[in-house]
């Protein structure tokens, strides 16, 4: 009888030591409230204002298999913004398994339609900020950054150099910035490589193949085009149509494949220039072959979504696409080999077509878009167009003229006027009329960037200067030569990021100081 009891006891006891148990589990897992503050995608973190009396700030790190709903649907981590109201579950090791987010009275509402991650943010969000410049052309690929506290001037000599990191390897390749890691492409020995350096000191972090072979051409060897970062993943195209997804921290290859190959394209001859496009779930590229003159690739797994051929299948370009959303109508418009084309984004049908702004040669400048109008330009002596975009997906010419034959520095657009180089001469235009404001030809051919009011200009010869951006005049506030000029010309373009100035030279880069 006392062993039963004693049999008794023990199961009592382990009873209540489960209750326990689950009361402490419990207790862990209550839901707090609060108000997102900060969102870490890299840390995969957020920090969040409790709900209570003192309102204080902590800092939630996301179990491994954390369950996450935005406004009633499924999201992940890169979808909330700050502001928004937030539950969060803990477990008992202080892992956040459950977030419930929902917008804030005081925030607007995400848009519901597909966006790109990138390109289609406001000048007011996370992605407009400093130390963010994801792809070609900047967070909007408008090639303009939202810096501010800039110098206005710049002291004899130039801005004070912060880094200088050479060993990258030959290549055209720009940089693309994002969560303090800078990316970039180059060739190493026979390989095309895809690196990643600390973009606070230019140290190494890592460097991928991206499948193709060392990209060698009279002009200039190497890669031409920039990396697109899209949250935790870097997409990267080469100068022989590689196409590589990799991971952002560590350069682990996700998927691969070859563009031209794929789609019955012949390289062109400068080699594949174009930086891809990340537009919600797709991959938007120009393969210019007899299967797709554009495609659309799922960025998560490298399958084909779909296709579109333009009549007579030209060849690719060297430009790169932007995304148009005009009344309803969703387009990727870049320029092809013999014109620059519109197809629709959810299905890849092409929309419009014209030839007055493409050459029979290289169209390089990436395309402009402004309330309702597209904007391109080319070299060769072929000159700008302005395209009004109308109902249905098409557009007419507005006007075509030779006042900027943009060759591959590209163009900014700032307050109604164009800027860029018409071959060897700086130019400003007034959009709607294409009418010259002024022109310059102190620096000479190059490339631009805008921030803070002020245009950067990068003459191929090397010198660096810095002008106002205004329509009144040219009006120059500082030059230099930078450090470590190859023997090639200086086509990679120019980035303002972090404070910084950004130059490639074919195998080294040089960042400048330009922080007040």
């Known amino acids: 009888m006392s062993r039963l009891l004693s049999l008794s006891n023990r199961r009592c006891l382990l009873f209540l030591a489960c209750l326990c148990s689950l009361s402490w589990s419990t207790a862990f897992a209550a839901p707090l409230q609060g108000t997102i ?51 969060v579950v803990v477990n008992s090791a202080d892992l956040a398994t459950k977030l419930t987010v929902k917008s804030a009275k005081t925030s607007p509402a995400k848009k519901t339609s597909p966006r790109p991650l990138m390109e289609d943010k406001s000048p007011d969000s996370d992605a407009s900020e400093s130390g963010f410049w994801p792809q070609h052309r900047g967070p909007n690929r408008d090639n303009i950054s939202k810096e501010t506290g800039l110098l206005d001037s710049w002291p004899n000599g130039g801005p004070k150099l912060a880094w200088q990191q050479k060993g990258l390897g030959d290549g055209y390749s720009s940089v693309s910035i994002s969560h303090g890691k800078l990316y970039t492409m180059g060739n190493q020995g026979d390989d095309e490589m895809l690196l990643a350096m600390d973009a606070a000191n230019g140290r190494p972090l890592w460097s991928t193949k991206t499948g193709g072979r060392a990209y060698r051409e009279g002009q200039g060897n190497g890669p031409r085009g920039t990396p697109t970062v899209d949250d935790d993943r870097v997409y990267a195209l080469g100068a022989n149509g590689d196409l590589i997804c990799v991971g952002a921290n560590k350069g682990e290859v996700v998927w691969q494949k070859n563009i031209l190959n794929d789609y019955g394209g012949n390289n062109i001859q400068w080699g594949i220039s174009e930086s891809v496009l990340i537009d919600g779930q797709n991959l938007i590229c120009s393969p210019g072959g007899k299967r797709a003159t554009m495609a659309a690739i799922d960025k998560m797994t490298g399958r084909e979504v779909w296709t579109c051929v333009v009549q007579e299948a030209p060849s690719a370009a060297y430009s790169s696409p932007i995304v148009v959303d005009y009344q ?175 130059l490639r030279d074919m195998d080294s880069i040089a960042v400048y100081e330009i922080k007040n």
């Open 37 to 87: 503050e900060e969102v870490s995608v890299e840390e995969k973190s957020i920090t969040v204002k409790l709900n209570g009396k003192n309102e204080e700030s902590r800092t939630f790190n996301l179990a491994p298999k954390a369950v996450i709903t935005i406004n009633g649907k499924k999201g992940d981590l890169s979808d909330i913004e700050e502001g928004q109201a937030v539950t």
């Open 328 to 502: 309803g109508e969703r387009m990727y418009v870049n320029f092809v080999h013999t014109a620059v084309v519109a197809v629709r984004a959810k299905d890849g049908n092409v929309l419009w077509g014209h030839t007055q702004s493409a050459n029979g040669t290289a169209n390089c400048s990436t395309p402009l878009y402004s309330d309702g109008h597209v904007f391109t330009a080319s070299g060769y002596d072929t000159g700008c167009a302005l395209f009004k975009l109308a109902k249905g997906g098409k557009a007419k010419l507005e006007y075509a003229n030779k006042d900027m034959k943009n060759h591959h520095g590209g163009m900014v657009l700032i307050d109604g006027y164009l800027y860029g180089f018409d071959e060897q001469i700086l130019k400003c235009l007034e959009l709607k009329t294409g009418k010259v404001q002024w022109k310059d030809r102190s620096v000479g051919k190059g490339s631009l960037t805008y921030a803070d009011g002020h245009l950067y200009l990068r003459s191929e010869t090397g010198p660096v200067a810095l002008c106002v951006a205004s329509n009144k005049r040219y009006e120059e506030k500082g030059r230099f030569n930078p450090a470590g000029r190859s023997d090639k010309s200086a086509w990679s373009h120019p980035v303002v990021c972090d404070g910084r100035l950004f």
